[in-house]
């Protein structure tokens, strides 16, 4: 008897039917819900001519086709383990279809996807939930710019990078407790000169195994900094060593953004700031490091803002929230509603999205 049809089977692998056949599971936070679908439906053996890509539909939606892959894979590490097995269960339910509209443009007759409907798992290092989380804080800090522009004018950019000593991935927590206490007393300070700040933290794996977390920051300064009581960046090093009572000299990196330079604008400094807390490359080679930090940031705040910026991110979204739109509409632009709902479904034997003719994919 094929175990892999019975839902309640908990020793059911949760990618097995995404990968081989046509056996397709759904889990949501961890309870599994199964059945069994059509091998067209789920892309699995059928002719060329009747399997429709997402990616041909909408070029420029070919990243949900590589977010989701990476999921896959880190569900499966996940899965390996039997420490983390409720994130792979997770994650085998994440984004496993998705619903969108259809923007047509009047002028041009173009036709663009806008999503709409999506199932998230939330799992902090799932690769499709951070990109949708970095894409919702990128669109709250835009969406916040022009009334930030409109009270400060004539304020400034700071983009700045502090960093420590790569430490051993089993003390990371402890050192990245250390460097928030550092920022802490150094924003205390009475020569701080932020207004605002938007601060992320990363961590990414060294050639030795070992780990280097470091605080991206936006900072905001009034418009005198640049004429009298700028810090060069010898300063700031200076001051981020007495913050975290180092014993050696720390590397900071700052730097002014600047609105019409190519890759220092306020667009690439908030990309840079707000990009995934861990490199997914890093976890996708490695298991093991994708274990420890998963251990070792369990409940860490990554993303904060403070000063005039307070309150401007978030660590945490629903899926309505994450259903946001990154494009840019034109005016001219009308959404197509009611029935004009395109649904595709992920296939994991190609990788790829494909077009549904269910109006509910999940439905039996």
């Not at 720390?250 to 220092?264: F, H, I, N, T």
């Amino acid at each position: 008897m094929n175990r892999w049809l019975f839902a309640g089977n908990q020793g059911v692998d949760p990618w097995l039917p995404y990968l081989a056949s046509g056996d397709a599971f759904t889990k949501q936070h961890g309870d599994v819900v199964g059945r069994i679908v059509s091998k067209t439906e789920l892309g699995a053996p059928c002719s060329e001519e009747s399997v429709v890509y997402l990616s041909d539909l909408s070029p420029k939606d070919k990243k949900w086709d590589h977010h989701r892959a990476n999921t896959m894979v880190i569900g499966q590490h996940y899965d390996a383990d039997v420490r983390f097995r409720k994130l792979g269960d997770r994650m085998a339910g994440c984004t496993t279809w998705l619903g969108f509209s259809e923007l047509v443009n009047q002028e041009s007759g173009d036709i663009a996807l806008r999503l709409r409907q999506a199932n998230f798992c939330g799992v902090r290092h799932c690769p499709t939930c951070a990109w949708r989380r970095t894409l919702r804080n990128t669109a709250r800090f835009f969406a916040a710019l022009p009334f930030l522009q409109e009270q400060f004018p004539k304020h400034r950019w700071l983009f700045l990078t502090l960093t420590v000593k790569n430490c051993d991935p089993e003390n990371l927590r402890e050192t990245i407790k250390a460097m928030n206490a550092g920022w802490q007393r150094l924003v205390q300070r009475k020569n701080w000169p932020g207004e605002g700040w938007l601060k992320s933290v990363e961590v990414t794996r060294g050639q030795d195994g070992s780990a280097h977390p470091h605080f991206h920051v936006m900072v905001m300064v009034k418009p005198s900094y640049f004429s009298h009581g700028y810090i060069k960046q010898e300063e700031w090093a200076e001051r981020w060593k007495s913050v975290m009572r180092l014993d050696y000299m720390p590397v900071v990196d700052v730097r002014a953004v600047k609105p019409k330079k190519e890759g220092q604008t306020i667009e690439a400094a908030v990309v840079e700031t707000l990009k995934y807390a861990t490199k997914v490359q890093d976890s996708l080679k490695s298991p093991e490091w994708l274990y420890i930090v998963t251990e070792q940031l369990h409940k860490m705040r990554f993303v904060e803002s403070g000063g005039v910026l307070k309150g401007v991110l978030k660590e945490q979204f629903t899926d309505e929230e994450l259903i946001c739109d990154e494009s840019v509409n034109s005016e001219n632009d009308i959404e197509k509603g009611g029935e004009n709902i395109l649904r595709v479904i992920w296939n994991g034997s190609s990788k790829r999205y494909v077009r549904s003719t269910k109006a509910n994919p999940l439905s039996s």
